[in-house]
């Protein structure tokens, strides 16, 4: 809405009665960039490399390469948590679901909000550095909202995927955009959510688009020129896999695999337009040149009729060689997958114990099933799963016309939401929702880039739902501890060698956890749902804690624009 | 019979012509016949254009255009126009501001209704908060009543065929719930 119409609509009706939703629609669409000066040195290989031992930055999304969101400064800690205070709180223009993790070089902290705005801030004093506001082609399509998880800086680069489905390099210092790449066609179902990750001058992007009929994919561009290097279909042209009657636990998914081979025989591969996105960033094996990944659902999600075999490489990890994206293992957890419980969250890299006692070098993932998976590097076998973290009924009943219902709900177990890791206990930290829900199916043909669910799956009204953080040993599979929360959980969490874990709620709740046993040391209110991953940095010698207070869409969690900063006195 | 053919030829090149010269203004004129030339529509089962999503009111014309969405009136027009025109007649309307039809807040007891059979299916992931729309998914707040009952009706039948996960949807929530949406909405 133009500020012209905007006067006249509120001539109309009397200003009074504009509403906040009017308002951020009016901030979303007039809001211009603003460029500044960040005076920031450029980010080296080694420094990211590095970043698990580096307490002063937060340089990646999920911390480190490994992805173990174990933050290695120990300031803050058990024993003074409760001290914790408000730094700063930054309020961004964008008043929508805020699901950025927030990435901080030197003193200055880069995060995202919906709609792809980017921001440069102080990080010690929250001050605005500038601004991008992204012009948004008209056409986007998406799923779960506008979200945006955030950037990752190499050099003198800041680089953002957009929601109309670009790759862009910003000017860290500035701003200013310095390339812009088409990644693919929003108006097919293809958009962009997730944070890079930028290693050996490659930016390695993934895709959404699961829900729409698109064919996912992996790709690496130049980190300096935009252009693109490989891409990894993540649906193989032969998508049919093995015939898979039983899930990554060993139980039965009551496929009719006679009915699917004659649809096969009928209708070829579905691989062009069987889904497969890819929601989170890879974690990266420097000492191998190797990547592990996980692949999303089918399209459409809860129809298999028209989609016969394993619909390889949905729902599984896959592992590819950086230089080349060439596959290297994959392991599928659900084949066939008609409830949309996929594979969502980020892989973790850590030394495991496998089956025999010995310490190996490990992947482990935390599913929309409850479970936390351990595998293997070398083959990407499966190790062990979890106890279930969330309660599991009725699985696998198949959808109907009607409804059926299982549990987990098809949100989860774990979202998106990444996980924290403690090597030195062993420890995986996991928030989880429990959404009791129906599945139900219905058939219709491939529309085009249009939603295309094949059914629904429904929150059941009246039952009620819950959430946990979960603290799992992934050498046992055991459940350590345990804390329920009154909502279902999403956004992410936090470990610190402090001995502490920061994790939030839809309900405004942000706290620190004694990381051992679940004890809670430290919360605080923050007015809208806090549903992103905290980061942790330090600024002028002192320890913060940062996370975005924004809301949810997929959940319609208290919408909010808040970056907020905490420290200790 | 020659000298018909050339009339229509003539005239199909005169309207080409007159495609290629219009204005943007020129090429909108005939929408405000049904839409309304305030942006009210003129009939309840007609939509509101004005103010809804550009990404939204694309996709509709060219689903007109590809007969992915039916309608006698809609597709000849549609069939007029590119791409671009499309994308531009889209931006044009929905740069304008969204009419008030004047339509009742729905009572707190509907609104509650309403409210939980929206969260069962997940409205707002893609109507977004206070489903204002975005990009190429509409603004429901505030349209007519009975271009909701109607749309919600068809989805249901497949009738509109061109958006079959909204059909899901309403397929799989009940038509209490759904005349209960349909007041909150157009109430907001």
Redesign the interface.
Known sequence: MHVKGLAAFAAAVGVGLLSGAAIAQEVKQEKQSVLGNANVPPVTQEQLNAADKNAKDFLLTNGNYAQTRFYPGKQISRDNVRNLHVAWIFQTDVKESLETSPIVVDGVMYVTTSFSHVYALDAKTGQQLWHYAHKMGPITVYCCGPNNRGVQVLGDRVYLATLDSKLMALNAKTGEAVWTTNIADPELGYSETMAPTVVKDKVLIGTNGGEYGIRGFVRAYDAKTGKQLWNFNTIPENSVGVWATKDATGRDMHRNIQAEKDMLAKIGDPYAKLGGGVWQNPSVDLATNRIYLVVGNPSPDLDGSNRPGDNLYTNSMVSLDLDTGKYVCHFQYIAHDVWDLDAVSPTVLVDVKDKGGKTIPGVIHAGKTGHIYVHDRKDCSLIRFSEAMVPQENMWVLPTKEGARMLPGANGGVEWSPIATDPGQALAYAINLHQPMTYHVETSAYPNGKLWLGGAFKVIPGEKQSGNITAVNYNTGKIAWQVNTPEPMIGGILATAGGLVFTGEGNGKFAAYNSSNGKELWSFRAGAGVNAPPSSYMVGGKQYVVVGAGGNTQLDYKRGNNIIAFTLD | MFGKLMIGATALLLLAAQVCAETIEDKVAVCAGCHGADGKPVDKTIPTIW?QQ??YL??QLRDFK?G?RKSEIMQPIATQFERDDM?AI??YF?????P?LGQPRAPKDVAAKAI??S????C???H???F?G???VPRL?GMGRDYLAKTIADFRT?ARG????????M???SPDDLAALVEYLAGL
């Open positions: 103010g550009a990404g694309y996709i590809r992915d994308l889209a931006e929905s740069q304008k501001p969204w008030d939980t059979a969260a069962s299916v997940g707002p992931a893609c977004l908060d206070r204002q975005d990009g190429t707040a497949r061109n958006n079959p996960g909204m059909s899901d949807l397929l799989a929530t």
